[in-house]
């Protein structure tokens, strides 16, 4: 059972200057499965999610405390190399991002700052990502229109395309449906189950139902605590904690 | 809800009176300037030297010598201006102790009278370093870096347009959103990648119209080089850093103030502020024209 954990996070504590957000977080993230965070907004769910790849060193200010280990490598270590740590850990935004170039460019972004020249290497990359990302055979034909002219579910699997393209073993999705009509979101929910079997990912998002179609496992985020983890199914039925239950069934929040 | 609207439209029809005002001053200005100095103005009068004690003749000299200055200023204030600008933008922590410190010079610094940037060249660059130089490197007495000169000229105006430079690339460096940051360091680039790839090529048409404003800037100037290189009248043109040269806004300060008959030379003197006034508008149209093409191709 240990080693099909795939990221374990210990006591992690996060302050933004002198405020908590995060207060002894300790949670094991499974290999290949989805696990969902949840809770209300400002909870510290992002924050949680932005400190398994290292993105909150990008904010003034944010001081980290405990370990998060990425098998048996503990990232908050001080030989750590963040560029290497963060190949390793891809991350959709909750608002997509697609470089202002063409769709063949945003996916080769990432192979050719790791040095992949070779244009047969680079159409290879740039077809396996499309096709794993679902948005092929959308665009086969506009490789080389611009990225920004996708509509925005398009524009989100793009991105997710182009994280894929480095390819990493975790995926983190900030709420990347939150901004797509229900035909979009439904079509990244198909995504991330299919991309399940070959990544391990961890999505926040607001969205009840989205966490119980898609994710294995969920964790409650309240005021900075995790409340309670765990099976997908037991958490949406019987919650053990009362708080995660009146959350879940829309009590507040 | 009565004294609302009055106020709204009183604000409107102020802001139109100072658009109008603004409009009729510059093209007054423009119009009194070619006026006074049309008759002068010919192909002749762009590619001759003075004459007859400024009297006769044409400016080439002083064309050439501002290009010049321009040139070796560029080359000095453009790259360390990108490269502070890049460092506050996107190193620095905003809130350290060094990072305020130099916000704060590159403020006070831009709001420096341009005559004390002359005397700090004479004092600092020319009697300080130039001096320094000669009595290093040359035997005693001799004088090659210690006199005013187009390198200290150029460098004493490229302080003054730094500050220019800096603030306009900080400006389009901010309107790179955070977003497109994040994207790149998230797929592991470095930050030095994501700055290379990433920021500089959707900030370059304001790091460029920034930069070409500032040079305008530096064009038009004529306090900091009355000291440290413009000279009065030369029968030849700069061909080292050590030369002195000629330059248009000098040169109609000296046919207005200095000349032997100020009002033989009036001809000239609009004549030439023209072709000045000429010069720092196509930097400024140019500036227009490079934000608009990078604006319309970053759409397609």
Same mark, same amino acid.
């Given at each position: 059972?240990?080693?099909?954990?795939?990221?374990?996070?210990?006591?992690?504590?996060?302050?933004?200057?002198?405020?908590?957000?995060?207060?002894?977080?300790?949670?094991?993230?499974?290999?290949?499965?989805?696990?969902?965070?949840?809770?209300?907004?400002?909870?510290?769910?992002?924050?949680?999610?932005?400190?398994?790849?290292?993105?909150?060193?990008?904010?003034?200010?944010?001081?980290?405390?405990?370990?998060?280990?990425?098998?048996?490598?503990?990232?908050?270590?001080?030989?750590?190399?963040?560029?290497?740590?963060?190949?390793?850990?891809?991350?959709?935004?909750?608002?997509?991002?697609?470089?202002?170039?063409?769709?063949?460019?945003?996916?080769?972004?990432?192979?050719?700052?790791?040095?992949?020249?070779?244009?047969?290497?680079?159409?290879?990359?740039?077809?396996?990502?499309?096709?794993?990302?679902?948005?092929?055979?959308?665009?086969?034909?506009?490789?080389?229109?611009?990225?920004?002219?996708?509509?925005?579910?398009?524009?989100?699997?793009?991105?997710?395309?182009?994280?894929?393209?480095?390819?990493?073993?975790?995926?983190?999705?900030?709420?990347?449906?939150?901004?797509?009509?229900?035909?979009?979101?439904?079509?990244?929910?198909?995504?991330?189950?299919?991309?399940?079997?070959?990544?391990?990912?961890?999505?926040?998002?607001?969205?009840?139902?989205?966490?119980?179609?898609?994710?294995?496992?969920?964790?409650?985020?309240?005021?900075?605590?995790?409340?309670?983890?765990?099976?997908?199914?037991?958490?949406?039925?019987?919650?053990?904690?009362?708080?995660?239950?009146?959350?879940?069934?829309?009590?507040?929040? | 809800?009565?004294?609302?609207?009055?106020?709204?439209?009183?604000?409107?029809?102020?802001?139109?009176?100072?658009?109008?005002?603004?409009?009729?001053?510059?093209?007054?200005?423009?119009?009194?300037?070619?006026?006074?100095?049309?008759?002068?103005?010919?192909?002749?009068?762009?590619?001759?030297?003075?004459?007859?004690?400024?009297?006769?003749?044409?400016?080439?000299?002083?064309?050439?010598?501002?290009?010049?200055?321009?040139?070796?200023?560029?080359?000095?204030?453009?790259?360390?201006?990108?490269?502070?600008?890049?460092?506050?933008?996107?190193?620095?922590?905003?809130?350290?102790?060094?990072?305020?410190?130099?916000?704060?010079?590159?403020?006070?610094?831009?709001?420096?009278?341009?005559?004390?940037?002359?005397?700090?060249?004479?004092?600092?660059?020319?009697?300080?370093?130039?001096?320094?130089?000669?009595?290093?490197?040359?035997? /005693?007495?001799?004088?090659?870096?210690?006199?005013?000169?187009?390198?200290?000229?150029?460098?004493?105006?490229?302080?003054?347009?730094? /500050?220019?430079?800096?603030?306009?690339?900080?400006?389009?460096?901010?309107?790179?959103?955070?977003?497109?940051?994040?994207?790149?360091?998230?797929?592991?680039?470095?930050?030095?990648?994501?700055?290379?790839?990433?920021?500089?090529?959707?900030?370059?048409?304001?790091?460029?119209?920034?930069?070409?404003?500032?040079?305008?800037?530096?064009?038009?100037?004529?306090? /900091?080089?009355?000291?440290?290189?413009?000279?009065?009248?030369?029968?030849?043109? /700069?061909?080292?850093?050590?030369?002195?040269?000629?330059?248009?806004?000098?040169?109609?300060?000296?046919?207005?103030?200095?000349?032997?008959?100020?009002?033989?030379?009036?001809?000239?003197?609009?004549?030439?502020?023209?072709?000045?006034?000429?010069?720092?508008?196509?930097?400024?149209?140019?500036?227009?024209?490079?934000?608009?093409?990078?604006?319309?191709?970053?759409?397609?």
């Amino acid at each position: 059972m240990e080693n099909t954990i795939k990221i374990n996070v210990e006591n992690l504590n996060l302050y933004y200057g002198k405020k908590q957000a995060l207060n002894s977080i300790s949670l094991g993230i499974q290999r290949n499965t989805v696990t969902a965070l949840i809770g209300p907004s400002g909870c510290g769910k992002s924050t949680f999610l932005r400190s398994l790849n290292r993105m909150n060193d990008l904010i003034d200010g944010v001081r980290i405390e405990g370990n998060v280990f990425l098998e048996d490598r503990n990232i908050y270590d001080g030989d750590t190399d963040v560029v290497e740590l963060r190949k390793r850990i891809g991350m959709i935004f909750q608002k997509s991002n697609p470089f202002p170039k063409s769709i063949y460019d945003n996916i080769a972004y990432g192979p050719r700052i790791n040095g992949v020249k070779a244009k047969n290497e680079l159409d290879e990359i740039v077809e396996r990502s499309l096709v794993r990302s679902a948005l092929w055979e959308e665009v086969k034909d506009d490789l080389h229109k611009s990225g920004l002219s996708l509509s925005g579910g398009q524009q989100q699997r793009l991105c997710i395309a182009r994280a894929l393209a480095v390819d990493p073993e975790v995926l983190l999705m900030d709420e990347p449906a939150s901004a797509l009509d229900p035909l979009s979101t439904s079509k990244i929910e198909d995504l991330i189950f299919e991309l399940k079997n070959n990544y391990t990912i961890v999505i926040v998002t607001h969205n009840m139902q989205q966490a119980s179609r898609v994710s294995d496992i969920t964790a409650f985020f309240y005021m900075g605590d995790l409340i309670e983890v765990s099976g997908t199914k037991k958490m949406f039925t019987t919650p053990d904690n009362k708080k995660t239950e009146e959350y879940i069934s829309g009590r507040f929040g | 809800m009565m004294k609302n609207k009055t106020l709204g439209y009183s604000v409107i029809a102020a802001s139109a009176v100072s658009v109008v005002l603004l409009i009729a001053v510059l093209v007054y200005m423009i119009a009194e300037i070619y006026m006074g100095g049309r008759s002068y103005l010919s192909w002749e009068f762009l590619t001759a030297y003075p004459e007859a004690g400024m009297q006769k003749g044409g400016i080439f000299p002083a064309i050439v010598g501002t290009v010049f200055m321009v040139i070796v200023m560029s080359i000095a204030c453009v790259p360390v201006g990108t490269i502070t600008a890049i460092y506050l933008n996107e190193y620095a922590s905003r809130k350290s102790f060094f990072t305020r410190m130099i916000r704060f010079a590159v403020n006070t610094l831009s709001g420096v009278p341009s005559i004390v940037f002359g005397l700090f060249g004479l004092g600092f660059l020319i009697q300080f370093v130039g001096a320094g130089m000669d009595k290093a490197l040359l035997g /005693p007495g001799e004088v090659k870096w210690g006199q005013p000169n187009l390198l200290w000229a150029s460098m004493t105006m490229a302080f003054l347009t730094v /500050p220019v430079v800096i603030v306009s690339v900080e400006e389009a460096l901010k309107s790179v959103p955070d977003e497109l940051r994040a994207a790149s360091l998230a797929l592991g680039a470095t930050k030095w990648q994501t700055i290379r790839k990433v920021v500089i090529p959707n900030s370059i048409s304001g790091i460029l119209t920034g930069s070409i404003l500032a040079i305008g800037r530096g064009a038009g100037e004529v306090a /900091p080089i009355l000291f440290t290189g413009a000279a009065f009248f030369l029968p030849h043109l /700069p061909n080292k850093l050590t030369d002195q040269f000629m330059n248009l806004g000098y040169h109609v300060y000296v046919m207005a103030t200095q000349s032997t008959d100020v009002e033989a030379t009036k001809g000239i003197q609009y004549a030439t502020a023209f072709v000045l006034l000429m010069c720092t508008f196509t930097l400024t149209l140019i500036a227009i024209l490079v934000r608009y093409k990078f604006r319309k191709k970053l759409k397609s």
